[in-house]
């Protein structure tokens, strides 16, 4: 681990295996930090913070810093990538594309760093001058999730940095190799020892040793909301911000004026691609009656082309299921749906073609005669499941597909431009995408309505999630 700019064993030399989920079988051993580890590490932090290497650097020196690190990353995108891919099973040309675009928000955000600027107050008393000047918190604890390691955690990272806040990072133990190799990249940009700290471990462990710990400044957590709420009330105790990326449960609505090639596509790649295994998974398809047809009659005709196979290879469409709980939890939201009634068209269990190895599959699942009150259509199920409901009117549309305690993302599919922004304002989720799904960028903040979190990721508001803002005033 990454302690201090020294790379340490963990206190007691425990390690954990790392699983290769497309083999079935562990392929790396990691240090199993302690909440002593935890303590060595905030400590660290808190003193790289007040340090004059990085709190008497200049914010542009910062950036600069965060510029190299983006270089770097740009060099070894797709060894990294190659590395996630071993570790959580998610496809390579995926895993790929997300890092060939890491650097960008470090450059974005390393391009931040000195624009970051205070106001003058024009206070209404003779003679006194007050200014406000934006602040880094601290220490930063970051916790992230296995399904885009380090994207989700650059997406934490490059502002925290550039706002001038040191860093403990809590990879997934899922996928924790990515996150040491990001950590030489750190090294080897010249980030002063301290600023970036990297403890490996398990969540019920460490994770409440992170958060509550007095030096700890600010919370970024990505995760599952009942994690997410744990963590929440948590540091709620020493009352530290806290920003909170969870579930969802987003739905792709496909009314009857829509493309429906382009409509079909966008449902297939947004719940299968990533074995719907992404916080934005379009797990639901709202589809009007009259082209309900039409609609099913294409999406099973595409759905059943889906590759499965070794994540590794390039033209391999669906991979495993990231983690043993994981694969068992997704053959128990199948289980239920049909015992609550809805009915499997395609897929329904685990796969078991011979391209599959011994990983853990499951066959890309769709459900039809799905009631929006049954647990497959509230729940975030974090697999290849597609839950489809026919709608009438665009009323009941939004009415389901507001209808869950998570608002993270939505899907249009119209040729009406009126339609488009109606929805795009009656949709209760951080996101909505019209006639697209699954677009990110490090320039659009990023981030959930109602219990998929609080908060916002990239973009220019990402960066106040790190500040805090100090008034001064000057009797003269
Ligand atoms: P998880 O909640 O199980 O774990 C997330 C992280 O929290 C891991 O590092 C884990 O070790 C840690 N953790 C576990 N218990 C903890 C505790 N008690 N205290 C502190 N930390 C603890 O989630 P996961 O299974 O790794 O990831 C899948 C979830 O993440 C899904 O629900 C998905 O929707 C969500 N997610 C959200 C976004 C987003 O941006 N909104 C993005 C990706 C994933």
Aim: glycine share 10%; proline share 5%.
């Amino acid at each position: 681990m990454l302690i201090d700019g020294a790379w340490v064993d963990a206190t007691g030399g425990g390690t954990f295996e790392s699983e290769n989920p497309y083999l079935g079988a562990a392929w790396a051993r990691v240090p199993r930090a302690t909440p002593e580890d935890v303590d060595r590490a905030v400590r660290a932090a808190r003193r790289a913070f007040v340090s004059p290497a990085w709190r008497g650097l200049s914010a542009s020196a910062r950036g600069l810093l965060l510029r190299r690190f983006a270089d770097l990353v740009a060099e070894e995108a797709d060894r990294l990538a190659e590395l996630e891919t071993r570790d959580n099973g998610k496809l390579i040309t995926e895993m790929r594309g997300q890092l060939r675009y890491v650097p960008q928000w470090f450059h974005y955000f390393g391009g931040l760093a000195d624009k970051i600027e205070g106001r003058v107050i024009p206070i209404d008393k003779p003679g006194v001058f007050n200014f406000t000047r934006e602040e880094p918190l601290g220490v930063v604890a970051a916790i992230t999730p296995w399904n885009s390691p380090l994207m989700l955690a650059t997406w934490k990272l490059a502002p925290a940095l550039a706002a001038g806040n040191t860093i403990v990072w809590k990879p997934s133990e899922f996928s924790s190799v990515s996150a040491l190799e990001f950590g030489r990249l750190f090294e080897k940009a010249g980030f002063p020892p301290g600023v970036v700290n990297i403890v490996t471990g398990f969540g019920n462990e460490i994770g409440g040793a992170l958060v509550e710990h007095p030096a700890v400044a600010k919370v970024a957590f990505t995760g599952g909301d009942r994690t997410g709420q744990s963590v929440y009330e948590l540091a709620a105790r020493s009352i530290k911000p806290v920003t909170l990326e969870l579930g969802g449960k987003s739905a792709n609505i496909v009314f009857e004026d829509a493309v429906i090639d382009d409509a079909v596509k966008g449902v297939v790649s947004g719940i299968f691609a990533a074995t719907g295994q992404t916080c934005i998974a379009g797990s639901r398809a709202l589809v009007h009656a009259s082209v309900y047809d039409r609609f099913m009659e294409r999406l099973l005709d595409l759905a059943r082309t889906a590759r499965m196979g070794d994540p590794a290879e390039e033209t391999t469409q669906v991979g495993p299921v990231t983690t043993r709980p994981q694969y068992q939890k997704v053959l128990d939201y199948i289980r239920i749906a049909k015992e609550e009634g809805a009915r499997c068209v395609l897929g329904g269990g685990p796969a078991s073609r011979p391209e599959c190895g011994s990983g853990w599959f499951v066959e890309p699942t769709i459900f039809t005669d799905v009631r929006p009150d049954m647990r497959i259509a509230q729940e975030e199920v974090f697999g290849p499941v597609l839950s489809v409901i026919r709608f009438d009117s665009d009323d009941e549309a939004v009415e389901i597909a507001n209808g869950t305690m998570f608002g993270l993302a939505a899907g249009v599919w119209t040729q009406s431009i009126n339609r488009a922004l109606s929805m795009s304002q009656r949709l209760e989720a951080g996101t909505v995408w019209v006639n697209t799904y699954r677009a990110v960028s490090y320039m659009s903040p990023f981030g959930g309505y109602k219990r998929s979190g609080i908060g916002r990721e990239s973009g220019l508001t990402a960066i106040r999630e790190y500040l805090q803002e100090k008034s001064v005033w000057i009797d003269t």
